[in-house]
């Protein structure tokens, strides 16, 4: 065989080999969020008034759900008082004590007497310990009457209105659903086969409405999803970043690119 026919199959062979890497894996799969966070109340109470809707855009912090605070607000105030009256029964032992020495260096009372205010000063100080845990717990009981965004996201759903009663114990369905809406997950179903060509983490492209966006493999999956007479059926999970002021739904059919 020639030099020159040597050379120009190997030529072929680099092109096809290269033509070959560079073929992505392309599969068909649909928009989900990655995740979404149920929120429920954890007081009983009536809802006095719901600030979002389905759909908006809510940063961290923000108020969504507020309960009726009243009972909330007159068992803070109860416990401020009892905070403020146990400072003051602890300012009085302590000038008892103060007295106790005093009368005790001049040897006018027993040790006996100026331990008996010792005591009662640590007792004094115990009482307005129990009472600031118990306004820190009327505090939390308060804040625990309202919902506020845990991440900047988009609401998903909500199933509560003003007036709803609301118990606890009691709730089969989250009162609001909130999801991040800065990245999103495109889902595609694959064989095992399929799924050992990739890892976590690998480049990764999605195509919606024939635009391109750069993302990376998010998470293979583990458990079956189903299972058909040609195989096991699995999650393949990629992530990447929304644009600013776009609007993308979950459901969306888009394509999945992978090298």
Known sequence: MSTVIRFMIAASCVLFCHLGTAVA?????????????????????????????AGQHVSKGDLLLRMDQREALARL??????????????????????????????????IEELKDN????????AEEEAAKAAEA????????????????????????WNGAVIYKTIQQEP?????????MLARALVTASTLRRFKPGQPARVMIDGVVRNGRVHSLG??????????AVYHLDVIFERRPNELLRPSETVQIMIP
């Not at 008892?96 to 260096?105: I, K, M, N, V």
């Not at 583990?222 to 195989?231: F, I, K, M, Q, Y």
């Open 25 to 53: 894996e392309e599969l068909k799969g649909w928009l989900e969020w990655v995740h979404e966070v149920e929120m429920r109340v954890t007081e009983n109470g009536v809802v006095q008034e719901v600030f979002v809707n």
């Open 118 to 125: 010792e005591l009662a000063r640590l007792a004094a100080v």
């Open 77 to 110: 105030l109860q416990a401020k008082a009892q905070v403020a009256r146990a400072r003051v029964e602890v300012e009085k032992a302590g000038r008892a004590l103060t007295r106790a020495q005093e009368l005790f260096d001049r040897g006018l009372i027993a």
């Open 222 to 231: 583990v458990e079956a999803v189903r299972v058909e007479l040609a195989g």
């Open 175 to 183: 009162l609001l659903k909130i999801a991040p809406d800065d990245r």
């Open 137 to 160: 717990s009327a505090l939390v009981a308060l804040e625990h009457t309202e919902l506020r965004a845990p991440f900047d996201g988009i609401m998903v759903a909500r199933s509560v």
